[in-house]
Nanobody, 121 residues
Framework: QVQLVESGGGLVQPGGSLRLSCTISGNIFSFNAMGWYRQAPGNERELVATINSSGGTVYVDSVKGRFTISRDNTENTGILQMNSLKLEDTAVYSC???????????????WGRGTQVTVSS
């Protein structure tokens, strides 16, 4: 069974850093795009950053210059490095990946369970 395993959330002070990882466990044929989303209480889920199979990245304006998304294709892992964290970055962060389990199958959209990021003094 293919699933996403997230790690790296926690509590950090404003200005601090956290590194989130999202690993695709199980056998896959290809790993296409990956995105990180976040949802704070009372808010809708928003896209934070995405990275495609060629390494092209997109960021929401509020995190540009502070967050960096990357991928390790040999480990089937995506990373979200978050620096200069602000109070308003507090949310549950979830990763989404588009994977193909075999050449004969369609692309699947998988979601992780989410990891809590809390920025507080």
């Amino acid at each position: 069974q293919v699933q996403l395993v997230e790690s790296g959330g926690g509590l950090v002070q404003p200005g601090g850093s956290l590194r989130l990882s999202c690993t695709i466990s199980g056998n896959i044929f290809s790993f296409n795009a990956m995105g990180w989303y976040r949802q704070a209480p009372g808010n809708e889920r928003e896209l934070v950053a995405t990275i495609n199979s060629s390494g092209g990245t997109v960021y929401v304006d509020s995190v540009k210059g502070r967050f960096t998304i990357s991928r390790d294709n040999t480990e089937n892992t995506g990373i979200l490095q978050m620096n200069s964290l602000k109070l308003e970055d507090t949310a549950v962060y979830s990763c989404n990946a588009l994977v193909r389990r075999s050449i004969r199958e369609d692309v699947l959209s998988l979601w992780g369970r989410g990891t809590q990021v809390t920025v507080s003094s």
